[in-house]
C-alpha cells in the first residue's frame, strides 16, 4: 500500500529534511580549514577570499561560506598560493629540505643533472621527508658507469663528491658505448626516473652528435623530457641551442633547456625568439631562469679547466666567489683552490638584471633554484637555496612590477606541474588549488615577502611566508620549521606508478 501524505504535512517533511542535510553539511570536520585567505590558483584565474577544506592529504573543498575542521588557519590578508616546484635544484639534504621549506617549496627535483640508479636519489631521506623529491636519470652517472666502470649515483653519495675530471668527461664514446648507454637510460626511465638529465656543457667535447642524437631518440621514443645544459659558447653565442632545438625538431622530443638566462647573456631575447619559432615550427621546448644573477658550480667544471672562462662570462677573477668562504678571489687563489680542492664551488657574477627581467616576462617561463648542495650551516652555499621564490615575489613583483601576482606564481608552480604531466601523472594534481588537489600549500604576506639570503650569508630565511603545507601538513608554521611530520613522498616516472 503506498500511503500518500497530504501536501503541506509532505512540503514541511522535505524541508525538515532539506535543513538535517544542510546541517550535516556544515557540521562536517575536515582535517585542516584554511579561512579567509586571498586564494590564488593560476590555472582558474580564481583570485577571491575563500576557505579551503582539507582532509586526507587533499584539497576537498573550496567554499565562499565557512568551514569547520579538526584545525583552523586564519589566513585573513594572507596569499594561500600552490607550493613552489623547484624543478632544477642539487641539494637533497636535510638542510637543504629546510631551507627550501621556508622559502615555500613543497617539491624539489633534481633534473638537470639527474641520478643513476634512480633508487638511489634521496638517500638522506630515507628516513622520511618533509619535502616532496624526486630525480631524472643523470646521463653524465650513466656515461661514468660505461667508460669508467665506476658506480657514482649521484653527485655526492656517502662520503664521495663528484669532480667531473674524469675520463667520462673528457673521453668520446665509441657505437658500442653508446649503445650501451641507451639500454641504461631505458632502465633508469623504468625505475621512475623522471625524465633524462644531460650535463652537456660539462662535457662539451666529448660527447659525439651520435651520441647526443641518441639521448633524443630515446627521450622520443619514450615521450619524456630532456633537461639540458647546453653547451657554452662564447658571451651568449646561440649555436649550443641551435643544435639542441634541431634535434628536438627532428626527433619529437621534449626539451627543457636549463637556466637560459645564464647561457643567453645579452642574447636573451633572441634566444626566447629562436624557441619561439621551433615551438611554431612544432618542437615541444620550454625552459627556466632564476631569480638570482649569479651562476654557481664547481671549479673543475669543463668551462673553467678547459676553455677561456674570462672570454665567454666577460669577467675576470675578482668577479668570482670561493663558495665555502665568501671570498673573492684572485688569481692566485684561483689556482690554488683548482689545485687542492677541485670539488670546490664558484659563484661567478656576470649575470645582468635586465637579462633576468627579460626572461621572466616570456609566457610559459618558469623559476628555479639551481640550489648548491647545503650539508651543514657551518659551510656557506649560495643565497638561491633560501630566497629564490620570496626574491620573485618581493623583487620582481612586489618592487620592480615585473610580473603580476598571478603570474608569478604560476611561474612557481603551475608551469612545472604542467611540464611534468609528460613524465609522470602524480604532477597534475600538483601546482593548483582545485578540488583534488595535493595541499601542498604555501601561505604568505604578498606585503612583505623578501628575501634575506644574499651572497656571504646563504641560509638567511625570508620575510613573509608565515605557513607551508605539505599534503596537507603544517611543515613551516609562524615562519618556523615543525618538526615531526614527514609527509614527503619521493615521486617517479610514469611507468613506476
Known sequence: MTTILPRPLGLLILTVLSMSLAACSQDSEYDLVIA????????TQLDAIRHLGIRDGSIS????QPLRGNKTIDASGLVVAPGFIDIHSHTPTLLGQQVNLLDGITTQLELEAGSFPVSFYGEHFRDGAQINYGSSVGHWAVRTKVIE????????????????AGPAWMQAATAAQIEQ????????????????????????????????????????????PLFVHVRRGYTGDPAGLVEVIDLALETGAPLFVCHITHNAMGGIGDWLAMIDEANQAGANITTETLSYAAGGTSISADVFRRRDWQAIFDISYQD???????????????DKYAKEQPTGMVNHHYVKEDWVETALQWPGMM????ALPAIDTSIPTNPNIAGTFSRLLGHYVREREVLSLSDAL???SLYQAQWMEQASPV???????????????????????????????????????????????????????????????????????
Not at 435 to 445: E, Q, Y
Request: charged fraction near 20%.
Open 61 to 64: 573543498q573550496i567554499s565562499q
Open 427 to 497: 604532477f597534475k594534481n600538483k601546482g593548483r588549488i582545485q578540488r583534488g588537489a595535493d595541499a601542498d600549500l604555501v601561505i604568505f604576506d604578498a606585503q612583505t615577502i623578501a628575501a634575506n639570503a644574499v651572497y656571504g650569508d646563504p641560509y638567511l630565511k625570508p620575510t613573509g611566508m608565515l605557513h607551508v603545507l605539505v599534503a596537507g601538513e603544517l611543515v613551516v608554521q609562524n615562519g618556523l620549521p615543525v618538526e615531526g611530520p614527514a609527509p614527503g613522498q619521493k615521486l617517479l616516472g610514469s611507468v613506476s606508478q
Open 149 to 164: 666502470g665506476v658506480d657514482m649515483p649521484y653527485i655526492f653519495a656517502g662520503d664521495k663528491i663528484l669532480t667531473m
Open 320 to 334: 668570482v666567489q670561493w663558495v665555502a668562504t665568501g671570498e673573492w678571489l684572485t688569481k692566485e687563489t684561483w
Open 410 to 412: 604560476a611561474r612557481s
Open 367 to 370: 623559476v628555479s633554484t639551481d
Open 36 to 43: 579567509n585567505g586571498r586564494v590564488i590558483d593560476p590555472e
Open 181 to 224: 648507454m641507451r639500454l641504461l637510460l631505458n632502465q633508469g626511465l623504468d625505475s621512475g626516473g623522471l625524465g633524462i638529465g644531460v650535463l652537456l656543457d660539462y662535457m662539451t667535447e666529448a660527447v659525439s652528435e651520435a651520441e647526443l642524437s641518441m639521448l633524443f631518440e630515446v627521450a622520443s621514443e619514450r615521450d619524456v
